[in-house]
């Protein structure tokens, strides 16, 4: 079965701090990669796409993908309080999305 | 209009009762997802529509679930008997191209006495 696997939390970091988010793949045949961002109460939203190898940088956040060791990673430098909230990272699957179950990230101030 | 519509926001009904969902995905977006999020959990995926490709019903957990949509417009999820499993936040998401940038409506949170 095609699994994404993320750690669920709470991961607390400290205002300021980097934040570093870490999934993996089942799926060898997946080709991109996504983070969706869920604040409580709110739907997902798209944060970061990677399709390649190596690092993809986007303001803050920068997404990390090493397809030979099936791992794709979030980093969000300067972490901010508003970037409290679920972390939902998915690999594609034909035109299909498999769906890590989040995690939940805390920025202390 | 500019993002992925969705009605009702908030659905209470008794047991047994039949509910229907209505999704509004942005124009133009040719693929049209149903997701389920029961609390504290992750997306369920329950069905997807491309075009006018017959749809992928993989994801419905019965028979008392199931949905429509009219070419590359509104779809409707409708749910039959409601049972109180079924209370969750039924969420709809349209995408036009790479199948994963998916665009998300509000959600349509279902409470089932």
């Known amino acids: 079965q095609k699994e994404v696997e993320q750690n669920s939390g709470p991961l607390s970091v400290p205002e300021g701090a980097i934040a570093s988010l870490n999934c993996t793949y089942s799926?060898?045949?997946?080709?991109?990669f996504f983070w969706y961002r869920q604040y409580s109460g709110k739907s997902p939203e798209l944060i970061m796409s990677?399709?390649s190898n190596g690092d993809k940088e986007d303001g803050r956040f920068t997404a990390q993908l090493n397809k030979a060791s099936q791992y794709v990673s979030l980093l969000i430098r300067d972490s901010q309080p508003s970037d409290s909230a679920t972390y939902l990272c998915?690999?594609?699957?034909?035109?299909?999305?498999?769906w890590g179950a989040g995690t939940k990230l805390i920025i202390k101030p | 209009g500019a993002g992925v519509s969705q009605s009702p926001s908030n659905k209470v009904t008794e047991k047994g009762k039949d509910v229907e969902l209505r999704c509004d995905p942005i124009?133009?977006?040719?693929?049209l997802y149903w997701y389920r999020q029961r609390l504290g959990q992750g997306l369920e995926f329950l069905i997807y529509?491309?075009?006018?490709?017959?749809?992928?019903k993989s994801g419905l957990p019965s028979d008392r679930f199931s949905a429509e949509r009219t070419g590359e417009s509104v779809s409707t999820l409708t749910i039959q008997r409601t049972q109180q499993e079924d209370s969750a936040v039924y969420l709809c998401?349209?995408?036009?191209?790479?199948?994963?940038?998916?665009?998300f409506g509000e959600g349509s949170r279902l409470t089932v006495l």
């Open positions: 998401a349209s995408s036009f191209g790479a199948p994963g940038e998916l665009f």
């Open positions: 124009s133009g977006h040719t693929a």
């Open positions: 529509f491309q075009g006018n490709s017959a749809p992928d």
């Open positions: 799926d060898r045949v997946s080709q991109s």
């Open positions: 990677i399709y």
């Open positions: 998915a690999s594609d699957s034909n035109y299909q999305l498999i």
